[in-house]
């Protein structure tokens, strides 16, 4: 399975490593299936956005991108790893305002 990468495009200021975590992803994996039909479509994803940062996830098709989108929004629950969201764990859907961060 191809892989999608995850890069900051433009940062709306300078910061320290680990300053300002508007959204934190850490060692996700998310997989579909069971026994040896299991699929795993993210492993160990790790990443965090600052507040006013762009961020932009592209990859092929079937690498993950819209599962880790659900699981950021929290229409399902990573089989490991954790999402917050300025420091609460993400663990259904809430009021997520993109446009006011």
């Known amino acids: 399975m191809e892989t999608a990468d995850i890069a900051p ?3 709306a200021s300078n910061r320290s490593a680990g300053q300002d975590r508007f ?7 998310k ?9 795993v479509c993210l492993e160990n994803c790790t ?3 600052a507040r006013g940062e762009l ?3 592209i ?3 079937g690498c993950g991108k819209t599962a880790l989108i659900n699981l950021i929004a929290g229409y399902g ?8 969201l300025e420091g609460t ?4 859907p809430g009021v997520l305002l993109w446009n006011n961060f």
């Not at 959204?23 to 994996?29: K, M």
């Not at 997989?31 to 699929?39: A, F, M, T, W």
């Not at 629950?77 to 917050?84: A, R, V």
């Open 47 to 49: 990443f965090s956005i």
């Open 89 to 92: 764990p993400v663990k259904e």
């Open 9 to 11: 495009a433009h940062s």
């Open 77 to 84: 629950l990573p089989d490991s790893g954790s999402i917050t």
């Open 23 to 29: 959204l934190s992803v850490t060692g996700i994996t």
């Open 31 to 39: 997989g579909y299936g069971e026994g040896d039909e299991r699929q």
């Open 55 to 57: 961020c932009t996830v």
């Open 59 to 61: 990859g092929p098709s």
